[in-house]
């Protein structure tokens, strides 16, 4: 299938729907690990299901995913963008910090993830 999603051109939207799962995977994360957060230590009930239903989907997906792309490029893209969306999230819902160190730090996440695409 990966072969031949470059060499038809009639078959790239359909080559495209893995890299479309990874970004929704990736959100499914985030949200589990914001509801681990909403949680408070696994105090309050509710948002444990968020966490259950968060992770299960987004390690559904990426089973899906990895069937038709490679581990090492993805685990990387699914890992530095869960990063990325959980500090910005962070930021947004709970004014944790957004400083320079921390911007450095995600582009050479996303330099390493795109270093490791490039590799494959």
Known sequence: MI??????????????????????????????????????????????????VGYAVSFWMMSH????????????????????LTAVVGHILWNEGFNAKKIIGLVAIIIGVALLKLGV
């Open 65 to 84: 995913v990895l069937l038709q792309l490679p581990l090492g490029p993805v685990y990387a893209a699914w890992t530095g963008l869960g990063i990325a």
């Open 3 to 52: 072969v031949s999603c470059f060499l038809l051109p009639f078959l790239r939207e359909v080559c495209m729907l893995p890299y479309l799962m990874i970004c929704v995977s990736v959100v499914f994360e985030v949200f589990g690990d914001t509801m681990m957060k909403v949680s408070d230590g696994f105090r309050r009930k509710l948002p444990i299901i968020g966490v259950v």
